[in-house]
């Protein structure tokens, strides 16, 4: 059963703050992994998407992977009100998001404190 | 340029009763997925269709089938509906199986609530 693991939260972060977001998954066939946001009552929004270790870097928002760890991070710098959200980690086998299904965690719900 | 619409927005329906959700892709995207979101929870894979095939399926009962078309939109079928099916069921489009980096692109989703 391929499982992704997310703290729930809420996460209550001040703005301009740095935000960090964790998760670990099961799965050590995963190869492709990705952040989305979710507004209430919305469809979820691709932020990132990782596919080897290391940090990625995308204006604000930064992507972490350790396959090792099998955990994956998201940091968001300058925290603003507008990224209060809930965060959805996920996970595939695949080498592309479109080409397998991907594995949902939770999510974190995130508050940025003005 | 149109994204992933999705209809009817909002649906309810008896126990037992059958429900077709509809997805029409965003344009050059010929690949659709479906996703169910409880309340609370991350989405869950239900089904991928490819070139009007089903080509990938999550761990979801023969209640729940679809059906994609020529032209790449796509419907989703519940039969013997449950108190337990109610979510938000979200359509994903992305341009092909196998494309390294696409993303999925998500619709705005149907509320779905079983009485």
């Known amino acids: 059963q391929k499982e992704v693991e997310q703290n729930s939260g809420p996460l209550s972060v001040p703005e301009g703050a740095i935000a960090s977001l964790n998760c670990t998954y099961s799965?050590?066939?995963?190869?492709?992994f990705f952040w989305y946001r979710q507004y209430s009552g919305k469809s979820p929004e691709l932020i990132m998407s990782i596919y080897s270790n290391g940090d990625k870097e995308d204006g604000r928002f930064t992507a972490q992977l350790n396959k090792a760890s099998q955990y994956v991070s998201l940091l968001i710098r300058d925290s603003q009100p507008s990224d209060s959200a809930t965060y959805l980690c996920?996970?595939?086998?695949?080498?592309?998001?479109?080409?397998?299904?991907?594995?949902f965690g939770k999510g974190t719900h995130l508050i940025i404190q003005p | 340029d149109a994204g992933v619409t999705q209809s009817p927005t909002h649906l309810i329906k008896t126990r037992g009763q059958q429900v077709t959700l509809r997805c029409s892709p965003k344009s050059g995207h010929d690949t659709v997925s479906w996703y169910q979101q409880a309340l609370g929870q991350g989405p869950q894979f239900i089904f991928q269709y490819y070139e009007e095939e089903e080509r990938q399926r999550g761990n979801f009962p023969d209640r729940f089938s679809g059906h994609q078309f020529p032209n790449y939109s796509s419907e989703l079928n519940v039969n013997a509906l449950l108190l337990g099916d109610s979510a938000l069921y979200l359509c994903?489009?992305?341009?092909?199986?196998?494309?390294?980096?696409?993303?999925?692109?998500f619709g705005n989703g149907t509320r779905l609530t079983v009485t």
């Open positions: 996920a996970s595939s086998s695949g080498a592309g998001g479109g080409a397998d299904g991907l594995t």
């Open positions: 994903a489009s992305s341009p092909g199986t196998g494309f390294y980096n696409s993303p999925l692109h």
């Open positions: 799965d050590r066939g995963s190869q492709s």
